[in-house]
């Protein structure tokens, strides 16, 4: 139980800092970063070998795009 809320502080911790980090980017940064996690995102989907760990990282991407 300990290392999992060791690991939650941490996962809670990056959010906030790639917050942070993310709200200095400008705007035009910002769109390239949403259109790579739309490509990782493509990449996931194939239709011959679906990938769920691209999908989960491009999903993670977006919702830290999408706090800012």
Do not use: C, F, W, Y
Request: hydrophobic share 45%.
């Amino acid at each position: 139980m300990d290392k999992i809320q060791h690991l939650e502080a941490r996962l809670i911790a990056h959010g906030i800092v790639l917050q942070a980090i993310a709200r200095l980017l400008p705007e035009s940064t910002r769109a390239e970063l949403k259109a790579a996690a739309n490509s990782v995102d493509d990449e996931g989907m194939q239709e011959a070998n679906p990938d769920p760990h691209l999908r989960e990282i491009a999903a993670q991407l977006r919702s830290i795009l999408e706090l800012v």
